[in-house]
């Protein structure tokens, strides 16, 4: 049962925007930065977002990530095809002193 | 280009040992820390430990505190993952995964494709 929760699916159109929310508690989204994963069916996860905003090198800019308070979110416009995959959050908690997941969304594209 | 290839999984029974590694290449091995996390079949991601740059720093997921020691030869660009007294509920996918810095960002920046543990009798 993780500390920091997701909703367990979103949905979009090609084209439309899709938002991702990620909760989670003063010991964790409260003082430390956010990431974001991406996994693909049967593939390895992939870092899409870190520090809450930035995006590592070949990320499309489509993906945008943001914070405020104990909440981060995770935007997605544009929506594609390929972007259909289960997104996970990720923080450090000081309370745990570790890595914490979201519980996972999973993105699909009508 | 950065790779990581994770080793050692296989079927083994409760209560036995079983010895992970991930053989790095394609950067510098000693500049970054090093994770393993795991994700059981059709479940989410669970992040296990980490260890950093020099080898002297590691962190640990609490229930597998005590059970499990991260370990690294920087001379071979490997990491390990020792884990004791396994459990059913262990069973799962489990990757080694490149910090975006020595250690201490806990950002996962590349992964190896993992390797299955299974736990039954």
């Known amino acids: 049962q993780s500390v920091v929760t997701q909703p367990p699916s979103a949905s979009g159109t090609p084209g439309q925007t899709v938002t991702i929310s990620c909760s989670g508690s003063s010991s964790n989204i409260g003082i430390n930065t956010v990431g974001w994963y991406q996994q693909l069916p049967g593939t390895a996860p992939k870092l899409v977002i870190h520090?809450?905003?930035h995006r590592p090198s070949g990320v499309p800019a489509r993906f945008s990530g943001s914070k405020s308070g104990t909440s981060a979110s995770l935007a997605i416009s544009g929506l594609q095809s390929e972007d259909e995959a289960d997104y996970y959050c990720?923080?450090?908690?000081?309370?745990?002193?570790?890595?914490?997941f979201g519980t996972g969304t999973k993105v699909t594209v009508l | 280009q950065v790779q990581l290839v994770e080793s050692g999984g296989g079927v083994v029974q409760p209560g036995r040992s079983l010895r992970l590694s991930c053989a790095a290449s394609?950067?510098?091995?000693?500049?970054?820390?090093m994770h393993w996390v795991r994700q059981a079949p059709g479940k989410g991601l669970e992040w296990l430990a980490v260890i950093y740059d020099d080898g002297r720093t590691e962190h640990y997921l609490g229930p597998v505190k005590g059970r499990f020691t991260i370990s690294r030869d920087n001379s071979k660009n490997t990491v390990f993952l020792q884990m004791n007294t396994l459990r059913v509920e262990d069973t799962a996918l489990y990757y080694c995964?490149?910090?975006?810095?020595?250690?201490?960002?806990?950002?996962?920046?590349?992964w190896g494709q993992g390797t299955l543990v299974t736990v039954s009798s």
């Open positions: 990720a923080v450090l908690d000081d309370s745990l002193s570790g890595l914490v």
């Open positions: 995964a490149r910090d975006r810095a020595g250690g201490s960002y806990f950002d996962l920046d590349y």
């Open positions: 394609g950067f510098t091995f000693s500049d970054y820390g």
């Open positions: 520090s809450n905003r």
